[in-house]
Structures are given as C-alpha cells and as structure tokens.
C-alpha cells in the first residue's frame, strides 16, 4: 500500500501501556527458559531497534546483542526478494541465537533468516517477534515467543515505518483509507 496521492487516518491498535505490559512478560518468559545460558539476541533493523530496546532490559541472564539489516519492502510493498544489506559482527556458532523481529507478514524475510543462521551453526536458533499478520504465511509455528497477532492491515509505529516514517511512535497504528 502507498500514501501516495491518499489520505490516510491513523487508528491506535495497540497502545503503549498494552505493549510495555507485553514486552515485560516476554522477558520474563526468556530469562526462564535461557536460565544458566548467556544468549546472544540478534535485531534485524530496522524495525526491531525501539523493540529490542524494551525487551532486553526485561531479561534477566546475561545477554549479548547484534544486529544484522534486511530489507524487501519498496515503497510499502513486499518485492519478495530479501535483501542483505549487512550482516552481523560476531560469530554464532555454538552460540544460544534470538532472533527478534517487529514483525513478521508474508513470511519471507523469516525463512531467509531461519536459512542464513542455521548454516552459522547455532548451538539453539529461536525466534522472537514483536507481532505477527494473520496472512497465511505458514510461519507462525517458527515464532517462539510472540508479542501480538495483528489483522491484515499495513501497521506501523514503535519501529514500523510506512516509507521510512512513523517508527518513533510509542503505539502500533493501521495507516487506514
Ligand atoms: C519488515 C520487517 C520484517 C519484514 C517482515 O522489514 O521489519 O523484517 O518486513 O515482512 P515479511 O514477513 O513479509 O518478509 P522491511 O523490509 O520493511 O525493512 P525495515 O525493517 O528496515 O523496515
């Protein structure tokens, strides 16, 4: 979807207290599961940096960070190819790997990911993703830890950007016609 030449009003889908209290029991919910383990969290930018931000400061054990950037979104619109724009700094290999995305739509920048660690060789590879649309994308069951569900809307806010924009806003909004 494109703003181009449109109006486009804002509705608030979800709020930030809703979200503070969310991002607070999936922390919870990592620390136990990675107890006596140091995972490394990895964010794929940029969507997942506000995210990232808020949940590792709810995780108890020690972790490390990187980040790595994807793209296939143009213009608002999946082009279905995943583009790497740069990978990460360390190595994985032997290593407890979190992947935490904002948000995972068609699918195809998950499967990617799934692909490009896995042949790191991660001693345990899992996801975390801030939301997921119910669009059909057969991935879901991938997703270990899950923040929302959200319809099928374009969303944007707390690191969702429509045309590199809106990511700074403390709510999750639908760019509505
Ligand atoms: C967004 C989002 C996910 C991906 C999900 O990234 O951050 O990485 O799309 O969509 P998919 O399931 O349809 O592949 P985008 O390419 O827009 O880059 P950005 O994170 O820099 O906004």
């Known amino acids: ?39 490394l969290l990895v964010g794929i930018l940029k969507g997942s940096f506000i995210f990232m931000a808020d949940l590792v400061r709810h995780i108890s054990v020690p972790l490390a960070c990187d980040f790595l950037r994807l793209s296939s979104y143009h213009h608002d619109r999946s082009t279905g190819v995943v583009r790497m724009d740069f990978d990460m700094t360390q190595p994985v290999t032997g290593k407890d790997v979190l992947l935490v995305e904002d948000i995972v739509d068609t699918g195809n920048t998950l499967r990617y990911l799934l692909q490009h660690m ?17 669009v059909g994308s057969g991935v879901k069951e991938k997703i270990d830890y899950l923040g929302f569900t959200v319809p099928n809307r374009y969303v944007i806010g707390y ?19």
């Open 1 to 39: 979807m494109t703003a181009e030449g449109k109006m486009y009003t804002q509705e608030v889908l979800l709020d930030r207290e809703v979200i503070a209290k969310r991002v607070v029991e999936l922390g919870k919910e990592i620390s136990v599961d990675y107890r006596g383990k140091k995972p």
């Open 118 to 134: 896995d042949a790191k060789k991660p001693a345990s590879l899992s996801v975390c993703s801030f939301l997921y649309k119910e």
């Open 159 to 177: 690191g969702l950007d429509s045309e590199g924009l809106y990511r700074s806003l403390p709510h999750v909004g639908a760019l509505k016609e």
